[in-house]
């Protein structure tokens, strides 16, 4: 990491608790710019009704300190909520960006939800992040690492002294991610960890969700030294015992409610399906696509 790596950004957590996903937005305190990650577009599958909260709740933020947003980042497809990422740039001209990987994502879905016309070219975003690429938020340098396992697109942002690892490690007392949905692998994602874990102590761990174990607070603030001290599904623990653990936890997790309904819009960058000739928009569930998942 270039001497700048040190620099200390601003990081602002918003946490959503349908999901129990956290949102961010990093920002560097001398030029008040500023990259938003993984922003939820609220959605209530009872009634069908989507709505803006979350990105309102991160636009006042922006515009309460002054903030200029040079990038809307998804560290992942996500399985379980909408990315807003589609809705913020809308909102403020922003570049959007995504691991370069999910084109192969992409890929697999298109298949699932039988979508011939489907691009699988990443073109839905405005950049496509490789590891080990640098870039900036600000004057503050920024760096990729790619961190497969949980999905075969997630990347993990490191800006200054901040690693945005969303779904690898979770808070130490809650563990790591599952690596049970479509291409996703216990062992990369070991390897994936690994690679995070490597980054100095001091780093500061920024998670993408908070289950609340045992109902305490939601919290999604670590660092590198914590997680090698006292994450419960990595510290002590070897490679092929983590494989082991973390397969045998898979079976028995039920799919993210809203898996189904995710993909097919975060694939397309977080836009929604395009309205029908009558104005509505219509989510389309393919029956029995996900092969031996536990029911819930
Ligand atoms: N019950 C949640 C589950 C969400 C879920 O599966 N989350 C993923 C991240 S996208 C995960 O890694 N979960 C780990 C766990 O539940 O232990 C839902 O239905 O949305
Ligand atoms: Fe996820």
Redesign the pocket.
């Known amino acids: 990491m270039p001497a700048a790596a040190t620099a200390r950004p601003d990081v602002k957590g918003f946490y959503e608790a349908r ?2 996903s956290v949102q961010y937005v990093v920002s560097d305190p001398q030029t008040k710019r500023c990259a938003i990650i993984d922003p939820v577009l609220d959605f209530d599958e009872k009634s069908g009704a989507t709505a803006t909260v979350q990105a309102d709740r991160i636009l006042d933020y922006i515009a309460g300190n002054d903030l200029t947003v040079e990038w809307i980042l998804d560290t992942h497809p ?4 909408f990315s807003a990422a589609a809705f913020l740039k809308e909102r403020t001209g922003a570049s959007t960006g995504i691991g370069s990987e999910v084109v192969r994502v992409q890929k697999l879905w298109k298949e699932i939800y039988n979508w011939p016309e489907f691009a699988t070219d990443g073109s839905q975003w405005d950049h496509l992040f490789v590891g080990g690429e640098s870039f900036s938020v600000g004057s503050i340098e920024a760096g990729v690492i790619y961190s497969p396992g ?1 999905t075969l697109a997630s990347v993990t942002y490191v800006v200054g002294d901040s690693a945005f690892v969303h ?1 690898t490690i ?1 808070m130490p007392d ?5 690596a049970d ?1 479509p291409g996703g692998d216990a062992r990369q994602l070991w390897r994936s960890i690994s690679a995070i874990l490597a980054l100095p102590d001091e780093t500061r761990v920024f998670s ?2 908070d ?1 609340q174990p045992n109902g305490r607070e939601p919290r999604w603030e670590s660092t590198v030294g914590e997680q090698k001290r006292c994450n419960n599904h990595v510290a002590g623990v070897t490679e092929e015992q983590f494989v082991e653990l973390r397969q045998a ?1 898979d079976k028995t ?7 189904l309904h995710a993909l097919q819009v975060n694939i397309r960058g977080g836009r929604l399906p395009e309205p029908e000739e009558n104005g509505a928009r219509y989510l389309k569930f393919p029956l029995n696509a996900l092969k031996g998942a536990a029911w ?1």
């Open positions: 999901t129990g996500h399985a379980d909520h949980h779904d979770f809650s563990g790591t991610a599952r949905f993408g969700h289950y936890r997790l039920p799919m993210p409610k809203l898996i819930g």
